[in-house]
C-alpha cells in the first residue's frame, strides 16, 4: 500500500513536470510566432512602401487587344482609306456653334494681364456699311503666342577720324559675359532656365534649337553656361554668407547623381543639402560629395539661431547640445510616420492622426487671418499645447502596448524621443510647424534628375547648387527669372563691390534700373 501512494505521488509529480515543461514548450512556441507576426508585419510593411514607390503615381490601365500579332500581315498594321472614312461615320457629330450665353455674375473669364501688347484686328460688317453711323465696337481678346526665334544683333559702330591725324573714335561694346562671344546674355540666361527651372537636358534644347534653325553643340551650350556662371561666382558667395547670418533656416538634403570615372559604374552620388530661410526668402543649395556630417558641419559651423530639420541623425549628433543653436525638429515626418501605420492598424493610428489634423488647421485659420509672429505665438499655446499635450500622453500609454517593429510601434520609437524638437514651434510665432518649405524647394531638383538624370562632374554640380538657389529664391520672392539673371549678366560685371547685395533676387526688383553712383 505504501509502494503505491509513493508511486501515485511520483506519478503526480512527473505529471506536473511535464505539464510545467509543455507551458514552457507553448510559452516559447508563442513567443517565436509573436517574432514571426511582427516581422510578416514588417516585411508587410516594407513591402507595400516599395510598392507604393514604384507603382502608386501610376494608375493608368489599357484595354487588352486579344489580336493574334503573328497572324497579322505587315500590311495590316496600318489602315485603309475606306477604314478612316468608317471610322470617321462612327465619331459623334461635331458640336453646332451656339451663341454665347451671358455669364453668370463672378464667372467671367480669366483676365489677361494689362501689360501684355495688343495686336489690334478690325474685322467690319460683311455689306455696304457706308450710309450708317458708328455707335462703338465689340471688343474679344484672345490669348496668343509668338514661338520662339533666334535673331542676331548686330553692334555697328562708326568709325570717325578726329582732325588733324589725332586718332580715331568709335562707340564702345557693351560688357559681355563671354567677351568677343556668339551668345547674348539673355540667350545664356535662356538655356540656363531651361535646364534648371523647365528641367530640359541640353540634348532636349539642341534639337529645339535645331528646329528654330540654328546647330550648336553640346559641348558649346555646356562651355556657354559654364562661363555664364563663373560671373555668378562673388554673387553666390555672398547669398552663402547671408544664408548662415539668418536666425532661422530649415535644412533638409536630397541626392544628386554626378558622373565620376573614379566611381563604380562612373557615376558618383552626391547630396545636395539645402537651407531655406523663411524671414529674408533666401535659399542655398549646397553640393557635397556624401551625405556625412562634414556637410553641415562646414556650412553651419559658425550659424548661431533656429534650426528645423528632419529626423536624420546627423543634425541631433552636431547642433543637439550646442548652446547657441535650437533644434526643431518636422511635424510633417513624424505625421507620416503614422500616415504609413494607417493601414496596419487604422484605429490607433487615426487617433493620433486626427489630434495632429486639428494642429494642422490652426495653422491654416492663422494664414488666413494674417496673423503676426506674435500673435500666432499667444494661438499655438492657447490651442496647439493642449492638442500636443493629448498626443504625447496617448504615444506613452500605447508605447508598451504595440510591437516595437510594427508600424505604429516604429512611430512611436521615431516621434516621442525628438517631442521637445517638435513642440519648440509653440513657443515661436515665427517658425513653422514643420519643414515643408523647404522640402517643396527641393521639388525642381527632383524633377530635373528625372531629365537630365546626372550632372557632368562635381564641378557642374557645385554651379547646378548656385543655380537651384538663385532659381528658388527668384520663386520665393515672385521674381521673373529669366529678367533677372539676363540683367544680372547684363550688370555684374560693372556693379560696385558694396552694392553687389542689389543684384540678389530678394532686392532686385527694388534696386533694378537704379544707375551707379
Not at 559681355?176 to 523647365?198: C, F, H, N, W
Not at 556693379?495 to 532686385?508: D, E, R
Amino acid at each position: 500500500m505504501e509502494n503505491t501512494a509513493k508511486d501515485y505521488k511520483k506519478l503526480y509529480q512527473e505529471s506536473l513536470l511535464t505539464i510545467s515543461q509543455k507551458e514552457e514548450q507553448i510559452a516559447a512556441e508563442r513567443e517565436v510566432l509573436a517574432q514571426k507576426e511582427e516581422q510578416i508585419t514588417q516585411l508587410s510593411f516594407e513591402l507595400d512602401k516599395f510598392r507604393r514607390y514604384l507603382f502608386g503615381s501610376k494608375s493608368e490601365k489599357l484595354p487588352v487587344d486579344h489580336t493574334d500579332v503573328s497572324q497579322m500581315s505587315l500590311f495590316e498594321l496600318g489602315t485603309t482609306q475606306e477604314q478612316q472614312e468608317g471610322l470617321s461615320e462612327q465619331v459623334a457629330d461635331l458640336p453646332e456653334k451656339k451663341t454665347p450665353k451671358k455669364r453668370a455674375k463672378g464667372t467671367g473669364r480669366m483676365v489677361l494681364p494689362e501689360n501684355l501688347r495688343r495686336e489690334d484686328i478690325v474685322i467690319e460688317p460683311e455689306g455696304d456699311v457706308s450710309d450708317c453711323v458708328r455707335i462703338g465696337e465689340d471688343i474679344t481678346e484672345v490669348l496668343d503666342l509668338i514661338p520662339a526665334e533666334f535673331y542676331v544683333k548686330r553692334y555697328i559702330r562708326p568709325k570717325y577720324a578726329k582732325p588733324n591725324g589725332e586718332g580715331i573714335v568709335t562707340g564702345q561694346l557693351p560688357e559681355r559675359v563671354i567677351d568677343k562671344g556668339i551668345p547674348s546674355e539673355r540667350l545664356i540666361a535662356q538655356m540656363t532656365l531651361d535646364k534648371y527651372v523647365y528641367g530640359l537636358p541640353l540634348h532636349r534644347q539642341i534639337d529645339k534649337y535645331r528646329r528654330l534653325g540654328v546647330n550648336i553643340p553640346a559641348s558649346t551650350v555646356s562651355d556657354w553656361m559654364m562661363k555664364g556662371w563663373k560671373h555668378l561666382v562673388p554673387l553666390w558667395e555672398l547669398l552663402k554668407l547671408l544664408v548662415i547670418n539668418q536666425k532661422y533656416l530649415q535644412a533638409d538634403e536630397s541626392p544628386i547623381k554626378v558622373q565620376d570615372k573614379n566611381s563604380k559604374n562612373g557615376i558618383h552620388k552626391g547630396y545636395m543639402w539645402v537651407y531655406n530661410a523663411p524671414a529674408d526668402k533666401l535659399v542655398l543649395f549646397d553640393y557635397r560629395k556624401g551625405r556625412d556630417k562634414s556637410g553641415p558641419k562646414e556650412m553651419l559651423q559658425d550659424y548661431s539661431g533656429i534650426l528645423q530639420t528632419d529626423g536624420y541623425s546627423v543634425y541631433e549628433t552636431l547642433f543637439g547640445s550646442r548652446a547657441h543653436i535650437m533644434l526643431v525638429y518636422c511635424m510633417a515626418h513624424a505625421r507620416r510616420k503614422f500616415v504609413d501605420a494607417l493601414k496596419y492598424d487604422k484605429e490607433k493610428a487615426s487617433a493620433v492622426l486626427e489630434l495632429m489634423q486639428q494642429l494642422y488647421k490652426l495653422e491654416q485659420d492663422m494664414r488666413d487671418e494674417g496673423l503676426s509672429w506674435m500673435q500666432r505665438t499667444r494661438r499655438r499655446q492657447q490651442e496647439a499645447a493642449p492638442v500636443l499635450e493629448k498626443i504625447k500622453e496617448w504615444m506613452r500609454e500605447h508605447a508598451h502596448k504595440v510591437l516595437p517593429k510594427s508600424p505604429l510601434g516604429q512611430a512611436i520609437a521615431y516621434t516621442l524621443p525628438r517631442w521637445k524638437g517638435l513642440c519648440a514651434y509653440v513657443q515661436h510665432g515665427q517658425i513653422e510647424i514643420d519643414n515643408n518649405l523647404v522640402e517643396n524647394t527641393i521639388r525642381p531638383l527632383a524633377i530635373g534628375r528625372k531629365n537630365y538624370l546626372f550632372a557632368g562632374s562635381h564641378d557642374a554640380a557645385e554651379m547646378t547648387a548656385a543655380m537651384y538657389s538663385f532659381m528658388a529664391t527668384c520663386k520665393k520672392n515672385n521674381i521673373n527669372e529669366s529678367e533677372w539673371l539676363t540683367d544680372v549678366y547684363e550688370r555684374i560685371q560693372s556693379i560696385k563691390h558694396k552694392k553687389l547685395y542689389q543684384l540678389l533676387p530678394n532686392n532686385w526688383e527694388k534696386y533694378k534700373g537704379l544707375t551707379e553712383d
